[in-house]
């Protein structure tokens, strides 16, 4: 998540030791967000091949609106009525009350995006 939150939506260029300003720049920014161990695993993997980091809005999405829906359910489940629970959660979420009743809608009515293939991490 660390490379998504940094560069989503950029690509990067591969690295291959020929051009000074590899060891610089984009490249600096990635030891700053990676251990030294996992740069070397993403240069080995990738080389001097360009490698596009996805943005990953749509999962993104479906973590956020799941982690609210759960937190919901617990405040209801705390004695909060659900309008109340909404007044808490929306702002937080960054989301207006019409959206969070159309996401417990589609729970209710199980109208979820399809469940696609589990991407394995690159580190794993």
């Known amino acids: 998540m660390?490379?998504?939150s940094l560069f989503g939506g950029v690509s990067l260029s591969g690295t291959s030791g020929r051009a000074r300003e590899r060891t610089g720049g984009v490249h600096q920014m990635l030891r700053e967000a990676l251990t030294e161990d996992e740069v070397k695993k993403l240069i080995r993997h990738f080389g001097s091949a360009g490698v596009y980091i996805p943005r990953c809005d749509v999962a993104l999405r479906?973590?956020?609106n799941t982690r609210f829906i759960a937190e919901l359910e617990a405040s209801v489940a705390g004695g909060l009525s659900t309008r109340q629970a909404l007044a808490?959660?929306?702002?937080?979420y960054g989301f207006s009350d019409r959206y969070a009743w159309s996401l417990m809608q589609r729970?209710?009515?199980n109208k979820s995006p399809p469940k696609g293939p589990v991407q394995t991490g690159l580190f794993d």
Do not use: G, N, S
């Not at 808490?88 to 937080?92: A, H, S």
């Open 2 to 4: 660390r490379l998504v």
């Open 62 to 64: 479906e973590l956020r």
């Open 88 to 92: 808490r959660l929306c702002p937080r």
């Open 107 to 109: 729970r209710k009515y």
